[in-house]
């Protein structure tokens, strides 16, 4: 039988973002002046929350860029998304492409957690332009609106928190996870979805936001010894660390595919991050063409001189070289973009530089 202490652990995370509801307001708080354990919880929370808004920016001066403040964001061209800018529809677009381009890095993690709390940010960013303005109800990609879209997020990123010991923050309708697992995360999925619709959308928000700043909160999060723990998620055995990673992957292309949505030009990760999310992307491309494939040079076409790495055998000369937008990259890995439409250089062996970019293509569960 549910506590008081168990419901409002349950709400600290909404607590933390300043998402509860007018009849916890009062009712947080008073527990938290009772409740060492509570109380110790809540101000955990609200820190990891207080530097994902970048309070703790360097300097010490307090970023704007989650409110989308114009007088506090610096310039800068237009960000370039799959290989062309975007026009700016208006103003506003523009605001808040600064204010994402703007956004504090990470909170204090350890290097493989900072990509996804940048990427927590950034999406936090742009939700708050639909706080003002709606819009929750545009299609977006797949048969998801917007608040579905986040929806989607609290069941995605809920597979690493489940593994950290984190508490499911939707009720689970089918229980334990026996079937295969993709089975079992579509099912999910399609459940979480549901829940969340029959909410108001910052209740959503809510849920999400405080599942990612527990999680980001976990000691692996913050510890790279903990992180190097190999664990299998969603089909793929990978260290915590990397599962981190894939987690700031597919926030960041679902904030993009809001963005394209609502005409919202979402620039892409800061480039240490980014170079993060290649370097798993190629090792995971690497493992999935097998050293059997015809062997190509893969090249960054920026990124420096070390960005390259040879994929398939090993054991005969390299028959074709393929150059991709390290952005690029990334959006045919996460299937939005198709082999035959992503832009490249190529030279030599059509058919092994295919083989790479449909394999690379197929890679996307996202």
Request: proline share 7%; hydrophobic share 45%; with cysteine.
């Amino acid at each position: 039988m549910s506590t008081e202490h168990d419901h409002v652990r349950e709400l600290l995370a909404a607590w933390a973002v300043g998402a509860l509801l007018p009849g916890d307001e009062k009712r947080v708080p008073l527990h938290l002046a009772e409740c060492e354990s509570c109380a110790a919880e809540a101000e955990r929370l609200r820190e990891t929350v207080r530097l994902l808004d970048g309070h703790h920016r360097a300097g010490g001066a307090a970023s704007g860029a989650a409110a989308g403040h114009p007088t506090e964001l610096g310039g800068g061209a237009d960000p370039v998304m799959g290989g062309a800018s975007r026009t700016h529809a208006n103003g506003t677009a523009s605001v808040l492409a600064l204010a994402l381009r703007s956004r504090p890095a990470a909170p204090r993690v350890a290097a493989h957690a900072a990509p996804y709390a940048g990427a927590v940010s950034g999406l936090r960013a742009l939700l708050r332009e639909l706080e003002t303005h709606g819009a929750w109800g545009t299609p977006v990609v797949h048969d998801w609106d917007v608040h579905g879209t986040v929806a989607h997020l609290i069941a995605a990123d809920e597979h690493l928190a489940r593994r950290l010991g984190l508490d499911t923050r939707v009720p689970d309708a089918h229980g334990a996870e026996e079937a295969p697992w993709e089975e079992a995360w579509s099912a999910r999925t399609a459940d979480v979805i549901a829940y969340e619709h029959e909410r108001a959308p910052e209740q959503t928000v809510a849920t999400w936001a405080g599942q990612a700043a527990a999680l980001l909160a976990t000691p692996e999060a913050r510890d790279p010894e903990l992180a190097a723990h190999a664990t299998t998620l969603m089909g793929v055995r990978l260290p915590v660390a990397d599962h981190f990673v894939v987690r700031a992957f597919e926030t960041w292309i679902h904030t993009d595919d809001i963005g394209r949505a609502l005409g919202l030009a979402v620039p892409p990760p800061p480039d240490a991050h980014l170079g993060q999310l290649v370097r798993l992307a190629v090792r995971i491309l690497g493992l999935a063409l097998g050293p059997a494939a015809p062997p190509v040079l893969f090249a960054l076409a920026r990124g420096g001189d070390d960005a390259q790495w040879v994929l398939g055998s090993e054991d005969e000369p390299v028959r074709a070289e393929l150059v991709l937008d390290p952005v690029d990259f990334c959006l045919l890995v996460g299937g939005r973009y198709a082999p035959e439409e992503v832009p490249r250089g190529a030279t030599g062996d059509a058919a092994a530089v295919q083989q790479v970019l449909e394999r690379a293509a197929s890679l996307a569960w996202l």
